[in-house]
């Protein structure tokens, strides 16, 4: 019972941390910044308490982050960056690495793409009146954001190492 205890007031330490970071989100250029960085605190949770926990700590900071938080950047958090860290823990267990990484991709793609379209059904944005850079811009921050995806993924993988041998045993001693 001690254990679940420490668990949930974990939890609740990094979701208020994660709703912290996402206040900033209103700073002008860090509309994905901050969604990302908020997302890889999720590592906390998942290290320290396992998936379950983790999921309940993204349910609890994405009701949390609709509530005030910057609307193109609480769509990135909710509709990617707060749940990645666990899908990507479940995606590196799969064998064929290909697969792993058109998961990732496949994934990654959906959330934009619901993000944008949200995002342009709510705002109704249209890329007809930006002339011929609106019949490519679509192309291009694809591409971009897939190749941000992947420097992210790696980032995130050494920020989980990185948190798993200096911070994990300090804080394992600390829920003892």
Known sequence: MKKKTA??????VVSALICSVMAAAYFPFLTYAIPAVAGALIIIPLVEAG?????????????LVMLFAENEAKLMYI?????????????EKIK?????YILKFLVFNL???????????????DTE?????????????????NVAFVLYD???????????????????????
């Open 51 to 63: 998936r379950g926990y983790a999921l309940g700590t993204y349910i609890v900071t994405s009701l």
């Open 79 to 91: 509709c990617l960056f707060g749940y990645y860290p666990v899908l990507k823990a479940v995606f």
């Open 129 to 145: 009146g930006l002339g011929d850079f609106g019949k490519y811009s679509v192309i291009v921050l694809y591409a971009v954001g």
């Open 111 to 125: 959330a934009v793409t619901a993000v944008y379209l949200l995002f342009a059904g709510v705002f109704m944005i």
């Open 7 to 12: 668990f949930i007031a974990l939890c609740g």
């Open 154 to 176: 790696i980032c995130l993988a050494r920020l989980c190492s990185l948190y798993f041998y200096r911070l994990h045993p300090k804080i394992k001693k600390i829920m003892k």
């Open 96 to 100: 064929i690495r290909a697969v792993e």
